[in-house]
């Protein structure tokens, strides 16, 4: 198990950037992908971007293509999420995760461990 926690929300006007961190302690952190996902209002929780053990790899969902950029830097067992040109449709509890599969995943079920979560709010 890896635990993981997640900070840098915030409230942030649409147009706007915010950048998210999660910090991982208690393995190797670099033996584990690391994800972004993210639960919206009424909505249940949806992929964001996946990044592979090395950082050569990343993933993203269609909506985040192009704003959101997942990044690692394994020697200070971080991993991040810069969003930029944010919307208030990216308002949403956001989760750092972890797993165990080489190749890239992008379902909740396949990350072992997760933050606590930290909200993001976009104002119009």
């Known amino acids: 198990q890896v635990q993981l926690e997640e900070s840098g929300g915030g409230l942030v006007q649409a147009g706007g950037s915010l950048r998210l961190s999660c910090l991982a302690s208690?393995?190797?952190?670099?033996?584990?992908?690391m994800g972004w996902f993210r639960r919206p209002p009424g909505k249940e929780r949806e992929f964001v971007a996946a990044?592979?053990?090395?950082?050569?790899?990343?993933d993203y969902a269609d909506s985040v293509k192009g704003r959101f950029t997942i990044s690692r830097d394994n020697a200070k067992n971080s991993f991040y999420l810069d969003m930029n040109n944010l919307t208030p449709e990216d308002t949403a509890i956001y989760y750092c995760?972890?797993?165990?599969?080489?190749?890239?995943?992008?379902?909740?079920?396949?990350?072992?461990?997760w933050g606590q979560g930290t909200q993001v709010t976009v104002s119009p």
């Open positions: 995760a972890s797993s165990w599969y080489y190749t890239l995943q992008n379902t909740p079920d396949k990350f072992e461990s």
């Open positions: 990044i592979s053990r090395t950082g050569g790899t990343t």
């Open positions: 208690g393995r190797t952190f670099s033996s584990f992908q």
